[in-house]
């Protein structure tokens, strides 16, 4: 059974850092490609960015690109996603994703298997 389990979101002020993790279960994430997704009360989900299975080359969505970085673990079996200099627009539940895809996208009907969400927020 597939299992993907979020954890390390918190409460940050503006202009912040947080580190999320991603742990994979029932599958081999370096086998996968995985994906970063938030969604925001209100708002629809949308990706962030993802990590291709295929050569290991992550790729990000404009309003993220130079704060967030896409990074895997292969010894935990975990992807992490570095965020910097958060801003209050970052504020939302982030979920990550996998699949068996070589080339990653941030496209959420792509994905099979989904984690449950860690809650981030930015906030002074």
């Known amino acids: 059974q597939v299992q993907l389990v979020e954890s390390g979101g918190d409460l940050v002020q503006p202009g912040g850092s947080l580190r999320l993790s991603c742990a994979a279960s029932?599958?081999?994430?370096?086998?996968?490609?995985i994906a970063w997704f938030r969604q925001a009360p209100g708002k629809e989900r949308e990706g962030v960015g993802c990590?291709?299975?295929?050569?290991?080359?992550?790729h990000y969505v404009d309003s993220v690109k130079g704060r967030f970085t896409i990074a895997r673990d292969n010894a935990k079996n975990q992807v992490h996603l570095q965020m910097s200099m958060l801003i209050p627009e970052d504020t939302a539940v982030y979920y990550c994703?996998?699949?068996?895809?070589?080339?990653?996208?941030?496209?959420?009907?792509?994905?099979?298997?989904w984690g449950q969400g860690t809650q981030v927020t930015v906030s002074s």
């Open positions: 994703a996998a699949d068996a895809q070589f080339h990653c996208s941030t496209l959420p009907l792509l994905y099979d298997f």
């Open positions: 029932g599958i081999t994430a370096d086998q996968y490609s």
């Open positions: 990590i291709s299975r295929s050569d290991g080359s992550a």
